[in-house]
């Protein structure tokens, strides 16, 4: 079975639960707003992820019954909300962001 | 005598310098155990192993992708026997796994035995049988093969087998091994390529020399180009392996299970799950912690095997059912195998060695480098999706796919026919364009194409490449044979990049004008190539055919690590905290993110350690840190994006500097470093979530201390070779 590409970027109210969700394919740590000055008001993730989770990221009654069968407790009204606030696409990073009308926020290190 | 030695010494030296020169390979920087740091570079994995067999699966011919239709009601099957019924009706099929292009030969053959009449056939499209050959089956396993020419693009194709027509009699088989193969080839038992799943194949082949997996576990290789990577092996040591360690294992238990076995000699042993309070296992202890073992299993049955770093409460590290290979880097000084379910679980260790050396990880998915080898950035190459432009007296284009031979024999190459009619004038132009959005402003690039005269005789055709108004053009005379014509290196002045326009247009050529050309053309066309400046300057193909973004030519194009600037990195538990220099060579492409920081290699804390990266001007920069501050030097010379640089910083005791290829060297005196972490990070900032690298990384080497100027400089060289360029 092939990996799939796909990006993700998902509001900062739902990051921590996405995290969480995703453990292991997307660490979405990288921090996103509309001017590019902190705080962040979404983050990214972008790449090749197992191709079951193809589905699991566009239909939240499957992404509820493969969380509930990973042994989360969680809504299907919190996944539907989670997966409806976030923006998943097949698009590279920069168009995903560009699209979204975002920008990375760049912290000085 | 003395003289005819003296020569015959020198001409030995110069001899011996020369076959060092084109052999040397970085892991002479490193005598084994006696130097830390780390060399990393991906190799073709066609190269080591090239896949022929285009079927997923070649023998077991009951299990998916092939696909049995018992459309008679009377065939059978049972494994690779089968029986089919008298009609011509029943058959068993597979797919190509990979595109195959219209026009292109392919091979299909089965090694069959048995009685009764049946047809090998190769489908074509849409899955209605292509070419077909009769076979009268006899008792001897037999191979039988048809060929020809696929018409259709893609994984439509196949090989199949299917009864020999209506009222022929029913005939009873069994499969042995099938091969689908690109190109008219004879298949036999030393020709056949046979997949399970591949990675068994590819791994029992040439396991030894991968040194990259998909995962951060190295249970599955990376076998093409596109594969995300999950481990990159440390190459410093030339992949050497320790003994074998099969004798540290012994078996143990906790509660009430059935007692473990376990051959010291042999490695096969068994492991009995209950639950977690209740198991046997298999501990392998006196191991070293922080180094990594390469374990190896195979004959697992009856359930899954664990792989734990620690104990039997350790963490998970691999989980199997089959043959296959795992890294683990241990924690402490044991590790164990369990069963993961409630099952007595059978297997044979076949490998337990220490692989010495610094490998990096990245266990998350979606931040894994991905391997890649492509250049050409337009996608769809051999036919290209054409824009018209037709102004003035200009006629509309007309454009036929699959009109003529391509130069590389397939029936794939455009016919352009083009006319500006009677007008001369720049407003009366016949043209056809492609372009491509995600340019990259004031970067460079070089469009081609291949043409040839379709009518036989020479026509004068004007090309170009542009963005806008601002246009790299050529005046070419088109003759009879395939020529690839290339434009001159174009500056983008913005993101969408016309790669190529071919056509006639009233006016006088120019240079960087887009006018000229016979009033009428007709044309063949095929195979257009838009890379970077940097690349067309390369020791590369000039012309890469890409079938897709996942398909595309590897051969003779150096492989590299593609990192996607969002959050692709990877790290290693060890391999920092040095404090007495450092040398790294490493080379790259910028291909976005000018304007931020953007980390090629680190090790720093707080103020501590070194850190390497391309900074907010765009310019090479180092910095060590002594515990309160960094001290830091960058290059004048900037790294714009598209170009590829062999890129070096190093501390040699006196000074902290940086350059870019050969360029000037930028120096400053260092500090008093004080150690950053353990271990390092490639690709962003270590231990933030920042500075994350946006483009190729051809090769990564590594050296604490001991700054040698000499072995810079055949570093360097290597490093530039390894990426096709010249410095």
Do not use: C, H, Y
């Given at each position: 079975m092939d990996d799939i590409f796909r990006t993700a970027i998902v509001p900062d109210d739902y990051a921590p639960f996405a995290r969480m969700l995703m453990a292991g394919q997307f660490d979405l740590l990288t921090p996103l707003s509309p001017t590019g000055d902190?705080?962040?008001?979404h983050y990214i993730s972008s790449g090749m992820i197992p191709e079951r989770f193809g589905p699991i990221l566009s239909d939240p009654q499957t992404a509820h019954e493969a969380a509930t069968a990973a042994g989360y407790t969680v809504t299907l009204a919190q996944i539907t909300a989670a997966l409806n606030a976030s923006d998943v696409s097949e698009d590279s990073p920069q168009a995903a962001q560009d699209r979204l009308g975002l920008l990375r926020v760049v912290e000085e290190v | 005598m003395g003289v005819i030695s003296s020569r015959i010494r020198r001409h030995r030296r110069t001899r011996l310098a020369a076959e060092m020169a084109c052999?040397?390979?970085?892991?002479?920087?490193?005598p084994l155990g006696q130097e830390q740091g780390g060399v990393y570079y991906p190799d073709d994995p066609n190269a080591l192993?090239?896949?022929?067999?285009?079927?997923?699966?070649?023998?077991?011919?009951?299990?998916?992708?092939w696909t049995f239709v018992n459309a008679s009601g009377a065939a059978t099957q049972t494994v690779n026997a089968y029986t089919f019924g008298a009609s011509g009706v029943d058959r068993v099929t597979q797919q190509s796994a990979f595109p195959v292009s219209s026009g292109e030969t392919l091979t299909a053959a089965v090694k069959l035995s048995g009685s009764g009449n049946i047809r090998l056939f190769m489908f074509d499209g849409?899955?209605?049988?292509t070419f077909s050959l009769a076979i009268a089956l006899t008792g001897t396993p037999t191979w039988y093969q048809v060929q020809g020419a696929m018409?259709?693009?893609?994984?439509s194709n196949g090989i199949g087998i299917y009864n020999n027509g209506a009222g022929t009699a029913g005939a009873s088989f069994t499969v042995a091994a099938t091969m689908l193969a690109r190109g008219a080839q004879t298949i036999s038992d030393t020709t056949y390529q046979p997949v399970t799943t591949w990675n068994t194949e590819y791994m029992a082949a040439v396991g030894h020399l991968v040194?990259?997996?998909?995962d951060a576990a190295g249970?599955?290789?990376?076998?093409?180009?596109?594969d995300g990577v999950g481990l990159t092996l440390d190459r410093r040591f030339g992949l050497y392996r320790g003994p074998q360690?099969?004798?540290?294992g012994a078996i143990g238990l906790t509660g009430t299970a059935t007692a473990a076995t376990y051959s010291t000699t042999t490695g096969a042993g068994t492991v009995t799950r209950v639950d977690a309070s209740n198991q046997s296992w298999v501990q392998f202890s006196g191991l070293t912690a922080g180094r990594s073992y390469q374990i190896t299993v195979s004959g697992v049955s009856g359930g899954t095997l664990q792989v734990l770093d620690?104990?039997?409460t350790g963490t998970v590290i691999a989980s199997t059912t089959s043959a296959t290979p795992c890294l683990v880097t241990t924690t402490g000084t044991t590790i164990t195998l369990t069963a993961s379910a409630a099952a007595t679980v059978a297997f044979t260790v076949t490998q337990f060695q220490w692989l010495p050396g610094n490998h990096r990880i990245q266990a998350v998915s979606g931040s894994r480098k991905t391997l890649s080898a492509r250049y050409?950035?337009?996608?769809?190459?051999?036919?290209l999706a054409w824009s018209a432009a037709f102004i003035g007296t200009g006629i509309a284009p007309v454009v036929t796919n699959n009109a003529g031979l391509s130069?590389?024999?397939?029936?794939t190459a455009q016919r352009v026919q083009l006319n500006r009619g009677a007008g001369n004038a720049t407003t009366d132009a016949s043209l056809v364009q492609h372009s491509i959005v995600g340019g990259t402003v004031g970067a460079k690039y070089q469009g081609g194409i291949h043409l040839k005269s379709n009518t036989g005789l020479p026509q004068t055709v004007m090309i170009y490449t542009n963005t806008g108004g601002d246009v790299s053009s050529s005046l070419v005379t088109v003759g009879n044979e395939w020529v690839f014509y290339k434009n001159p290196l174009h500056t983008a002045t913005?993101?969408?990049?016309?790669?190529m326009t071919i056509g006639s247009r009233g006016g006088t050529w120019a240079s960087n004008n887009p006018y000229g050309g016979d009033t009428s053309l007709d044309l063949l066309v095929w195979g257009g190539d838009l890379r970077f400046g940097s690349d067309a300057a390369?020791?590369?193909?000039?012309y890469q055919d890409v079938r897709s973004v996942s398909d595309f030519?590897?051969?003779g194009f150096p492989q590299f690590d593609v990192f996607d600037g969002t959050d692709d990195n990877d790290a290693c538990a060890t391999g920092g905290g040095n404090t007495s220099g450092l040398m790294l060579v490493s080379t790259i492409t910028v291909v976005g993110g000018a304007g931020t920081n953007r980390v090629i290699w680190s090790d720093i804390g707080s103020n501590t350690g070194y850190r390497v990266r391309i900074n907010t001007s765009n310019q090479l920069e180092v910095s060590a840190g002594n515990g309160s501050a960094f001290t830091t030097i960058a290059t004048v010379a900037t790294l714009p994006v598209g170009e590829t640089h062999v890129i070096s910083a190093w501390d040699d005791g006196v000074n902290l500097n940086v350059q870019i290829d050969n360029g000037t060297i930028a120096s400053t005196p260092r500090p008093g470093v004080s150690a950053g972490t353990a271990g390092f990070t490639v690709g962003k900032e270590n231990g933030a979530s920042s500075g994350y690298f946006f483009g190729r990384i051809y090769d990564v080497v590594h050296r604490f201390s001991g700054y040698n100027g000499s072995e810079h400089t055949r570093l360097k060289q290597w490093a530039a070779r390894l990426a096709g360029v010249n410095i």
């Open positions: 902190a705080p962040a008001t | 052999t040397w390979n970085p892991r002479r920087l490193f192993l090239r896949r022929r067999n285009l079927l997923l699966r070649s023998e077991e011919t009951n299990v998916s992708p849409n899955g209605s049988t018409t259709v693009s893609g994984t040194t990259q997996f998909t249970t599955t290789a990376v076998q093409k180009v596109t360690l099969l004798t540290s620690g104990s039997a050409n950035l337009l996608t769809s190459t051999a036919q130069p590389r024999g397939t029936m913005a993101t969408t990049v016309g790669a390369s020791s590369i193909p000039q030519d590897t051969d």
